[in-house]
């Protein structure tokens, strides 16, 4: 079973970059045809899903709310997803996670959570 933990987060000031990691572990992604996405969370608010990336074939989809600001990128040997974030806006404030999904499925399997705060 595969277990992610979520790094990188922390303060930036509006206008800057941030780049959050998401470590697999247990399993290799690539033994099954896996999805991972980057999701968040702000206080009093739903989650809100950001942005994934399907291990094998490399495509990624985004949400409206972060395209041309955020990218997802993944490294084949490191088991390792990545979320760059680019001019970053206090609404950007919130808990990320990272999630796995099989291509088929839903996502079920979820890190701890990484918090970032934007500071305007």
């Known amino acids: 079973q595969v277990q992610l933990a979520e790094s990188g987060g922390g303060l930036v000031q509006a206008g800057g970059s941030l780049r959050l990691s998401c470590t697999a572990s247990?399993?290799?992604?690539?033994?099954?045809?896996?999805?991972v996405g980057w999701f968040r969370q702000a206080p009093g608010k739903e989650r809100e899903f950001l942005a994934q990336i399907y291990w094998e074939a490399e495509l990624t989809n985004y949400a409206d709310s972060v395209k041309g600001r955020f990218i997802i990128s993944r490294v084949y040997a490191k088991n390792m997803v990545y979320l760059e974030m680019n001019s970053l806006k206090p609404e950007d404030t919130a808990v990320y996670y990272c999630a796995s999904r099989l291509v088929r499925g839903k996502y079920d399997t979820w890190g701890q959570g990484t918090q970032v705060t934007v500071s305007s």
């Open positions: 247990g399993r290799s992604l690539s033994l099954s045809d896996y999805v």
